[in-house]
Antibody, heavy 121, light 111 residues
Framework: QVQLQESGPGLVKPSETLSLTCSVS??????????WAWIRQPPGKGLEWIGN???????YYNPSLKSRITISVDTSKNHFSLRLSSVTAADTAVYYC?????????????WGQGTLVTVSS | QSALTQPASVSGSPGQSITISCIAT?????????VSWYQQHPGKAPKLMIY???KRPSGVSNRFSGSKSGNTASLTISGLQAEDEADYYC???????????FGGGTKLTVL
């Protein structure tokens, strides 16, 4: 059974960089069958796709966030990470990591429990 | 602004059937059979219920079904149960906006 677990600071100051890690267990992040994704949800609002990474380092980012996002993968630790720079209050959200099927861009079959990140001074 | 429009809320009584629509503002739903549906209970992560328009992952009840007509995708839940009360999100590929886009979500209330 694949499990994903987000970790990182729950509070980030405005203009700073948000950094989160998603640890994957029960499966290899190096698999050719999956992408690894970040999705967020502001409190009381809907879901927003942030971006995906393939273990070979291919990335796809939400164009509205692209200038501030970096998603990377560490195969030795079987985890992948999100960095979002120059954060504002609008970046306050629950951040989820998820596994995405290789051939189906909208198929997110395993999700982490989510971690709330608040942007505040 | 989402490129996928869902009703804010729907409701039904136990045993009844309901349908949630997901209307694309462009032709992406009609052009690609990539719509998926997610169920989210309060405080929980979303759960995949339907993918590629009408396919159910293993373990998902056959009371859940998906369909598509033109630029509108739909999720139908038959034999409503109290445990179905949740938020539901559609998701589609969008070549013109953000690559992957979610609908605004629909709150299902089981009366």
């Amino acid at each position: 059974q694949v499990q994903l677990q987000e970790s990182g600071p729950g509070l980030v100051k405005p203009s700073e960089t948000l950094s989160l890690t998603c640890s994957v267990s029960g499966g290899s992040i190096s698999s050719f069958n999956y992408y690894w994704a970040w999705i967020r949800q502001p409190p009381g609002k809907g879901l927003e796709w942030i971006g995906n990474i393939f273990y070979g380092r291919t990335t796809y980012y939400n164009p509205s966030l692209k200038s501030r996002i970096t998603i990377s993968v560490d195969t030795s630790k079987n985890h992948f990470s999100l960095r979002l720079s120059s954060v504002t209050a609008a970046d306050t959200a629950v951040y989820y990591c998820a596994r995405r099927a290789f051939g189906v861009v909208t198929l997110f079959d395993y999700w982490g429990q989510g971690t709330l990140v608040t942007v505040s001074s | 602004q989402s490129a996928l429009t869902q009703p804010a809320s729907v409701s039904g009584s136990p045993g009844q059937s309901i349908t949630i629509s997901c209307i694309a503002t462009n032709n992406d739903v009609g052009s690609y059979n990539l719509v998926s549906w997610y169920q989210q209970h309060p405080g929980k992560a979303p759960k995949l219920m339907i993918y590629e328009g009408s396919k159910r992952p293993s373990g998902v009840s056959n009371r859940f079904s998906g369909s598509k007509s033109g630029n509108t995708a739909s999720l139908t839940i038959s034999g409503l149960q109290a445990e179905d009360e949740a938020d539901y999100y559609c998701c589609s590929y969008s070549s013109s906006t953000t690559f992957v886009v979610f609908g605004g979500g629909t709150k299902l209330t089981v009366l």
